[in-house]
């Protein structure tokens, strides 16, 4: 009986010892804290903004007739591109042909007639050296001569008057450019007075024309897109920077697109060509001119666009994600795993990232650092942790898709540290 109990109490001693021995071995060191890290990775992140505008003709032609007649031959389709130069109508020509046969015609009498009048003139001014003429005569011949070279002028105004008139039942193209449909077809009388016989605009180049107001227009004066340097702004509310910020941006150049109705970029970057001079009283807002290479047609009049000003050279830093920013009254800091898996805590300098969610990285980091994004709030410095990899977002590619912009298509970056 003795012999027993004594072998389970034993069984039950060995049993136990384990756990206790655990038990001990927690207490004596606590386990490390799990945290999901990210490294940071390199890549190009620019400043971008955006203004909304439409497109322009550059030049814009109401054809018209300059004289009356009717029109034997309209020489184009609607829709279609002519050059400068081209035929686009042609009125009768019959009347305004004979008008010039007529007025050549006065031209040879009044020719005639002036030189009969010199020579009289020099017959009586040589008869009247001798006396054999009066001078009243002299006089007289004169005069003739003087109003016969007169009507002689007279006659070949008309002259160039009548082939103008003939001239113009050609109606050409004043400017290269895409026709409208014609308004008035072959067989109508037309005037001077009958408006608009088709429209011809202008496609290549074309403007983007853009209206901006106050504030805007001081973020593209910022920019110094029209000039060489930019205007040094003062440090205010919203996205006005300080005097240091804009200098930094007098090194930076910009390129100008156009992002499509479809959220598409056009494909030629446009030119910079001139700002109003003035802002508008009633709208607040100033109005700046683009030029675009529009070969194909593409861009139409009056179509709604935006630009997209691009720093031409954006430079590459690491970026990391919104999340492993830690604030305090020192500012903002990140903490980053080293080799041994101890977490060390960095101050950094962030702006605009290239997506949301993402922030750019200017200062603190060399890119390539474990990044802790989830468990930091636990952390101390020095402590070692349990580092777990935070799944990629495949996704979120840089850049955006259909023509946003590198800071999210805001119209100017955000949360840079001044």
């Avoid at 290239?354 to 750019?360: D, E, I, L, W, Y």
């Amino acid at each position: 009986m003795y012999h027993r109990f004594a072998t389970v109490v034993l069984s039950s001693v060995l049993i136990a010892s384990p756990l206790f021995a655990q038990d001990g071995a927690d207490s004596g060191e606590e386990q490390a804290p799990a945290v999901i890290f990210e490294t940071a990775e390199k890549i190009a992140v620019g400043d971008s903004y955006r203004f909304l505008g439409n497109i322009e003709a550059i030049e814009r032609v109401a054809v018209r007739a300059r004289v009356d007649g009717f029109i034997e031959e309209v020489a184009f389709g609607g829709g279609e591109f002519v050059d400068e130069g081209d035929v686009l109508f042609k009125i009768e020509q019959d009347r305004y042909a004979a008008d010039v046969a007529a007025a050549q015609a006065r031209v040879s009498s009044a020719t005639a007639q002036l030189t009969d009048a010199e020579r009289t003139l020099a017959r009586n001014t040589e008869l009247r050296k001798s006396n054999t003429v009066s001078q009243a005569s002299l006089d007289d011949a004169t005069a003739a001569f003087e109003a016969a070279k007169g009507a002689e002028l007279e006659a070949k105004a008309a002259l160039t008057q009548a082939q103008l008139n003939l001239d113009y039942t050609t109606i050409q193209a004043p400017i290269s450019g895409k026709m409208s449909a014609p308004i008035i077809t072959r067989g109508n009388y037309v005037a001077p007075a009958s408006g608009q016989l088709a429209e011809l605009v202008q496609l290549d180049p074309i403007w983007g024309t853009f209206s901006l107001g106050e504030s805007r227009w001081s973020t593209w004066q910022r920019l110094g897109i029209e000039t060489s340097d930019p205007a040094p702004l003062a440090d205010g509310d919203g996205d006005q920077p300080s005097v240091e910020a804009a200098t930094t941006e007098s090194n930076k150049e910009y390129v100008l697109n156009l992002v499509l109705p479809d959220g598409s970029v056009y494909d030629a970057p446009g030119a910079f060509e001139f700002v109003g001079n003035e802002i508008n009283a009633q709208t607040g807002a100033v109005d700046v001119r683009v030029r675009f290479d529009n070969p194909n047609g593409v861009l139409l009049p009056n179509q709604n666009v935006t630009l997209l000003v691009t720093e031409a050279n954006p430079p590459v830093v690491p970026v990391i994600s919104q999340s492993a920013i830690q604030l305090s009254r020192e500012g903002r800091a990140v903490w980053v795993l080293n080799d041994d898996d101890t977490a060390t805590l960095k101050p950094v300098r962030v702006g605009a990232g290239p997506q949301s969610g993402k922030v750019a990285v200017l200062q603190g980091l060399e890119g390539g650092e474990r990044v802790v994004v989830q468990g930091g709030i636990r952390l101390e410095e020095g402590m070692k942790t349990d580092p777990r990899q935070a799944e990629s977002d495949s996704s979120a590619a840089p850049g955006g898709s259909d023509g946003e912009s590198s800071n999210g298509g805001s119209d100017t970056a955000e949360g840079a540290d001044k």
